[in-house]
C-alpha cells in the first residue's frame, strides 16, 4: 500500500522490466515488406528486396546507411529535410539480427488468426447460451427432431413431384470383355501355355483382364488374325467373329456357366481352404440362361477341355432331324 502510495510501484516495474527483457519476435519475410514499404522509393540497385528464399541483406544496408558519401543510393540522402540518421522504423529493422535468421520457417508456419473456430458445445449450461434446450426451443416437431429424411413440412417432397424415368432391368448381365489379340500377345510372350484349357482364371491371373469379374467374360474378336494355332478356351460368352476365328485355327471356345459363389470358388479357391471349407458344387444355369451356355462351369479350374458331341456342334442339324422323324 505505501508502494502505492508514494508512487513506487512504476519504479519496481521498470526494474523487472530491466531484469528481464523481453524477447524479441521473429520478423517474417512478409512483415520485412511491410516494414520496407514505409522507406521513401528510388531504392539503390545494390540493395534487393527480401524473399522467402533470399535473407534481407543486413551487412550491406548497415554499410549503405552509415556511409557518409553523398552518392550513397539511400533515399533519404536525396530529401533535404530528412536528416542524414535513417528513421527509426529502418533503424528498428536493420538492428534485428536479420542474417543467423531464415525468413521462412517451418517451426512458424500457422494458421491465420481466427481461423480455428472451437467446437460449439451444447447443452453444457446456461452460462454457455447454447444449454437446457441447446438452441432448438421448447417442445415442438423441430425441437424433438424425428422428422424422416425428405419431409418437407407436409407438402409434396420433391422427390414426389419429379417423374419417373426409365428402369433398371434386375436381369442384365455385365461381362468383361477380352480380345483375342491379347490372349495372342500373352501366349507370344510365354504367360500362357496353348497347349493347355485357358480357363477365366487363367485370363485374370495373367492379368488379361481385371479383377472385377461379374458375370463372367465375353470373348471378343479383336486381333483374331493373330491367332495362327489352335487354342481351347472356356469362357462366359463369345462373339461370333471370335469363335469362327478359334474354330478355323482348330480350337474350340466353349460357354459355361458360374454363378456368383462358382466364380469365387473358380478364381480365390485358397479362400474356402483358408476357412476350412469345401468348394461347392458347381450350380446349374437359370432356365432363361439355358439356350446361352453350352455346360456347367466346372470346379477346381478344369485344365483339359471337354470335346464337344457331335449333337453340340450342329444343334440346328439335329433339331431337323427330329423334326423329320416326328413328322414320319
Known amino acids: 500500500t505505501r508502494l502505492w502510495a508514494y508512487g513506487s510501484v512504476p519504479k519496481t516495474q521498470n526494474l523487472l522490466a530491466a531484469a528481464h527483457p523481453p524477447t524479441p519476435k521473429p520478423v517474417m519475410w512478409r512483415q520485412q515488406l511491410r516494414l520496407l514499404a514505409a522507406v521513401p522509393a528510388r531504392r539503390g540497385p545494390h540493395l534487393p528486396l527480401p524473399t522467402p528464399l533470399a535473407p534481407f541483406p543486413v551487412a550491406q544496408a548497415a554499410a549503405i546507411a552509415t556511409s557518409s558519401s553523398p552518392s550513397s543510393p539511400w533515399p533519404w540522402r536525396f530529401l533535404p529535410s530528412v536528416p542524414a540518421r535513417p528513421p527509426h522504423l529502418a533503424d528498428a529493422l536493420l538492428t534485428r539480427k536479420m542474417s543467423t535468421m531464415a525468413l521462412l520457417r517451418l517451426n512458424d508456419l500457422q494458421d491465420s488468426p481466427g481461423r480455428k473456430h472451437k467446437k460449439k458445445r451444447k447443452g453444457r449450461g446456461i452460462g454457455s447460451g447454447k444449454g437446457k434446450t441447446a438452441g432448438r426451443g421448447h417442445k415442438g416437431q423441430k425441437a424433438r427432431g424425428t422428422m424422416k429424411f425428405g419431409f418437407e413440412g407436409g407438402q409434396t417432397p420433391l422427390r414426389r413431384l419429379l417423374p419417373k424415368r426409365g428402369f433398371k432391368n434386375p436381369f442384365s448381365l455385365t461381362f468383361q470383355p477380352v480380345g483375342l489379340g491379347k490372349i495372342a500377345?500373352?501366349?507370344?510372350?510365354?504367360?500362357?501355355?496353348?497347349?493347355?484349357?485357358?480357363?477365366?482364371?487363367?485370363?485374370?491371373?495373367?492379368g488379361a483382364i481385371g479383377k472385377q469379374i461379374k458375370d463372367g467374360v465375353r470373348l471378343m474378336g479383336r486381333g483374331a488374325e493373330e491367332i495362327q494355332w489352335p487354342i481351347h478356351l472356356e469362357v462366359s460368352r463369345v462373339t461370333a467373329r471370335a469363335k469362327a476365328a478359334v474354330e478355323s485355327a482348330g480350337g474350340s471356345v466353349r460357354k459355361v456357366y458360374y454363378n456368383k459363389l462358382g466364380f469365387r470358388a473358380l478364381l480365390k479357391p485358397e479362400w474356402f481352404e483358408k476357412k476350412g471349407r469345401l468348394l461347392p458344387r458347381a450350380a446349374r444355369p437359370p432356365p432363361k440362361q439355358l439356350d446361352k451356355v453350352d455346360s456347367i462351369g466346372r470346379l477346381p479350374a478344369p485344365t483339359k477341355p471337354i470335346p464337344f458331341l457331335p449333337e453340340e456342334k450342329d444343334p440346328e442339324k439335329d433339331q431337323g432331324s427330329a423334326v423329320a422323324q416326328t413328322a414320319s
Do not use: V
Not at 500373352?186 to 500362357?192: C, E, H, Q, R, V
Open 185 to 206: 500377345k500373352l501366349i507370344n510372350a510365354g504367360k500362357i501355355d496353348s497347349g493347355e484349357l485357358i480357363t477365366m482364371k487363367t485370363l485374370k491371373d495373367t
